[in-house]
């Protein structure tokens, strides 16, 4: 009783009147503590709110842990990309739980397998499954042994084993068994290799990049409420590979044909997607395509190419040139194997006139196309350029936003004009094939974007280059995996409308408000007792 007493407030006198109120002030304060007046009352409101803060930390530790997420179990999952020029394995892994939300999955790997792409083991179709071993190997590693037997792993071969195809089928299905070998006997759960196709290929790249972007669903918010708030602006895709290249965006406009059709139903959201593959305009069959059409420029044995640097010098054949699908039988100069050698001059205005020369844009059957005949509609909204249209632009230092296609131009016909010795000496550690091609790939790229796609000075800005997003390449890869795992649904999932963080988050502000609320109308209600008692 007496400590609560001891508690009362007292009002001092303003300075002035100090020294006629300081013997009341005594009396009242020992009167105040000799005979405490409604004690018991005060000592119900304490206990209440004794109570009441205690109830509010409760309140916010059962938010805290009822809230709290699960332990998480972890799934993992493994894409082999047997591309033209190299494979590449991937392991994914995500939370169990939450499969169905967008973001989720992570790359937590990528072996890169040694040597070519797996076409290029057609003469000796059992070496490409042995090239894969050492990758799969890398993979047990990753994964925890008992996850081994539920991982799934898919390989899907794209350009390099369609042009494989269309030379021989028998030694292509070779070299698909022979891989196909190599993972049956791998401890993981074996679901397929096989040659995706040019669509799947596009559409697989759009929907890794738009799920790694988060575009299909904005994160639980409570201004996700308001639909004017959802973003619902997907980006489209291009992918550079070796031995072809693909667009693949969002239309309004009506798709004129068939086969550049892909209509998707992605988390409660329908989309009309236009995509294109184009075989042989990969950088590698594109620069065989230039050199077809630059050996009118070859005298005494050397043939000199406007798209190397200058100094550069290589030998090459002309049935080294000759041994693709993409030069057709009337566009070869001899049929008599002749060994040459290429010599750079770095001229970026004929390097331009050669490749251009690749592009046909002057027939078109549909109301609109990009090249050699091919529809394609106005192009529409921003867009994420990856593999070689990032390769390339990361190493000229354009990949960033700011640089504009003027920028670009620039960069590339400064770089093709150095001596190929200097680009060496300045960069020992780039691989000499990447290297000795970054000329031509500068010119290829642009004139594949401007004068094939038609972007231009304008939205040139629209495009980022993309090489990872939060972690994962941008690829088709991922795509694929989340379309068979079924990991994409069709409608929204019910979910909370607040994320965890936010409704932990709501919790504590109201209460922390609530409480303060409660001392202002406590400090407020109560009377200090030099008021009760008209000292002032
Ligand atoms: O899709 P396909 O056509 O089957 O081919 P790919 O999958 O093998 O093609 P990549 O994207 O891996 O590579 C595209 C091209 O970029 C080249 N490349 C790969 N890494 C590179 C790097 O770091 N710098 C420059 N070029 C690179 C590679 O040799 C190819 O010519
Ligand atoms: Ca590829």
């Not at 991982?151 to 794209?158: D, F, M, Q, S």
């Amino acid at each position: 009783m007496a400590g609560l007493a001891t508690l009362h407030v007292v009002c001092l006198p303003k300075k002035t009147e100090r020294h006629h109120t300081y013997n009341l002030i005594a009396t009242e304060y020992s009167k105040a503590i000799a005979k405490p007046k409604k004690t018991w009352k005060r000592k119900v409101l304490c206990i209440l709110g004794v109570f009441f803060a205690l109830a509010i930390v409760a309140l916010i530790i059962t938010a805290v842990m009822q809230n709290k997420p699960l332990p998480k179990n972890i799934k993992y999952g493994i894409v082999l990309d047997a591309g033209s020029s190299h494979t590449s394995l991937y392991v994914y892994n995500w939370p169990a739980e939450k499969e169905n939300d967008t973001g989720v999955v992570k790359q937590v790997e990528e072996c890169k397998v040694e040597g070519n792409g797996i076409s290029h083991y057609f003469q000796e179709p059992v070496k490409a499954g042995l090239s894969i071993d050492a990758c799969v190997t890398r993979a047990q590693q990753v994964i925890p042994a008992n996850q081994h037997k539920e991982t799934p792993i898919y390989l899907g071969a794209t350009a390099g084993m369609r042009l494989l195809r269309l030379n021989n089928h028998t030694v292509a299905d070779e070299v698909l068994s022979s891989v196909e070998n190599s993972l049956r006997s791998s401890p993981f759960d074996f679901q397929g290799a096989r040659i995706i196709t040019g669509q799947e290929e596009g559409a697989y790249g759009w929907i890794t990049i738009n799920y790694l972007l988060k575009n299909f669903v904005e994160e639980s918010s409570v201004l996700n409420l308001l639909p004017s708030f959802r973003k619902t602006e997907t980006s489209g895709a291009l992918d550079l590979g070796g031995a072809s290249t693909q667009i693949t965006f969002v239309s309004d406009e009506d798709i004129e044909t068939q086969e550049n059709t892909l209509h998707f139903r992605l988390y409660g959201k329908s989309y009309n997607v236009y995509t294109h593959s184009y075989l042989c305009y990969g950088k590698d069959q594109a620069l065989r395509l230039q050199l077809v059409k630059n050996i009118v420029n070859t005298r005494n044995g050397t043939m000199w190419d406007p798209c190397f640097n200058p100094g550069y010098r290589r030998n090459t054949s002309t049935s080294e040139l000759y041994s693709s699908p993409c030069v057709s039988q009337h566009t070869r100069f001899t049929t008599t194997p002749v060994n040459f050698e290429i010599k750079g001059t770095g001229d970026y205005q004929l390097c331009k006139a050669n490749i251009q020369s690749i592009f046909n844009v002057s027939y078109c059957p549909y109301s609109q196309c990009s090249f050699n005949g091919i529809f394609q509609p106005v192009l529409q909204g921003k867009f994420g350029a990856f593999s070689a249209f990032y390769f390339v632009m990361d190493f000229l230092k354009v990949a960033h936003e700011k640089a504009t296609l003027e920028d670009v131009k620039e960069r590339v016909q400064s770089h093709c004009s150095r001596p190929w010795d200097q680009v060496k000496a300045d960069f020992p550690k780039i691989k000499t094939k990447y290297l000795s091609e970054y000329c031509f790939s500068g010119v290829y790229i642009l004139s594949l974007l401007e004068l094939g796609y038609g972007f231009n000075a304008d939205n040139w800005k629209e495009i980022s280059f993309l090489g990872k997003i939060s972690g994962s390449d941008a690829g088709w890869t991922l795509g694929y995996m989340l379309n068979l795992t079924n990991m994409i649904p069709a409608e929204l999932p019910p979910s909370p409308p607040l994320s965890h963080g936010v409704y932990v988050g709501l919790m504590v502000f109201f209460s922390v408000l609530l409480l303060f609320i409660v001392l202002i109308c406590w400090l407020g209600f109560r009377k200090p007792r030099c008021l009760q008692k008209g000292i002032i």
